[in-house]
């Protein structure tokens, strides 16, 4: 069978472990050619394949990125796009296509699937917010990446006794920000999920200092946003400017930097701001990754060949399952508000 494979949205630690276990796993099983569609759903669009075979990918599953490049293009943003999407699908007889992407990669596939193209998807995103899986891979390296980026904004924070905000990935949820903040003991976390009050945050960060506790780490979510409307407008007036992406998606980015002015201000304890930024994105996977990556690869392989298009292969319980597509692009995976103010807010202040 002549397979095709992309990887759209985010780059993401573990995408190339997938890749690999795709070409391995066709291979190996089933005699499988596998090419790669450059940079997502671009190039399928545009007719643009990357050949890849097992002596190009065997070697691959350290390695951060992603070889056959991404990008956030969407087909359906045209009303010629699905068309062309075809076209190319049918001039390179490809039988079967494997999507590696997030909520709008994903989201692509399901549509296609409408009109007859066999697709199956693997769950990738940092955010860790696609439903029908327990966690994307991604997820674990980041959350190491932005925990180890805590402990030591700890030792400068301590050393000059400031408060220090650092702001991490998560645009409509906070799994990022709620999992390192716990793991590198963060004074506060800020998600998405709950709105903030800045004065109630200043009140919690006085008392510390107050108390002897002269450094304090506030982690938040690029998300987050105050529950006051005249600070979410103040907020929004230091963003990132950009435009939105082929997903209507607005450029989040700027909270860090105006909490830490606010806080500032209204404390009068020295406040710095740290954005992680796509140093989360970057680098190798940690090993659940590569694992869990490797698992979702062979299982898309196994999906392909049981004839289950449509689906997508997730994690449950320690297994690989499948689920529909429109299940898992149904609605986003927000954070266990369980796990936030119990465990989250237990340590916090």
Not at 47 to 53: A, F, K, Q, R, S
Not at 196 to 222: M, P, Q, T, W
Not at 307 to 316: C, E, K, R, T, W
Not at 333 to 349: Q, R
Request: proline share 3%; hydrophobic share 45%.
């Amino acid at each position: 069978m002549r397979l095709g494979i992309l990887t759209g949205g985010g780059d993401c630690p573990g995408l190339n472990a997938v890749i690999r276990a795709v070409v391995l796993a066709g291979h190996l099983r089933h005699g499988d050619e596998v090419i790669g569609f450059a940079d997502g759903w671009r190039g399928v669009l545009d007719g643009e394949t990357i050949p890849l075979d097992p002596g190009r990918c065997r070697d691959i599953l350290a390695l951060g990125g992603t070889i056959i490049g991404t990008s956030r293009t969407n087909p359906f943003a045209t009303d010629e796009g699905p068309a062309r999407v075809l076209g190319t699908l049918g001039a390179h007889g490809v039988e079967a296509l494997v999507a590696v992407g997030g909520e709008d990669t994903l989201g692509v596939a399901t549509r296609l699937v409408e009109l007859g193209v066999r697709v199956v998807g693997v769950p990738k995103t940092i955010d860790n917010d696609l439903s029908g899986t327990e966690v994307t891979f991604g997820f674990d390296t980041a959350v190491q990446i932005a925990t180890e980026a805590i402990d030591r904004l700890r030792t400068t924070a301590e050393s000059h006794h400031r408060v220090i905000v650092c702001e991490v990935m998560g645009r409509n949820a906070g799994w990022i920000a709620t999992h390192s903040g716990i793991a590198g003991g963060a004074a506060d976390i800020l998600v998405p999920e709950v709105p903030f009050d800045v004065e109630a945050l200043c009140s919690r960060l006085r008392k510390r200092h107050e108390g002897g506790r002269f450094s304090s780490i506030v982690v938040v979510a690029e998300g987050a946003v105050p529950v006051s409307e005249a600070d979410a407008a103040s907020a929004r007036g230091v963003s990132l400017p950009g435009n939105a992406d082929a997903f209507g998606h607005a450029r989040l980015g700027g909270i860090g930097a105006w909490l830490a002015e606010e806080i500032e201000r209204r404390t009068g304890i020295e406040a710095r701001v740290t954005i992680l930024g796509h140093i989360q994105r970057g680098g190798t996977p940690t090993a659940f990754d590569r694992v869990l990556a490797t698992r979702l690869g062979v299982a898309a392989v196994d999906a392909v060949h049981d004839g289950a298009f449509g689906v997508m292969v997730g994690l449950a319980a320690g297994k690989i399952v499948r689920v529909p597509l429109s299940e898992a692009t149904g609605s986003l995976k927000t954070v266990d508000l369980d796990l936030y103010e119990n465990v989250a807010g237990l340590f916090s202040g």
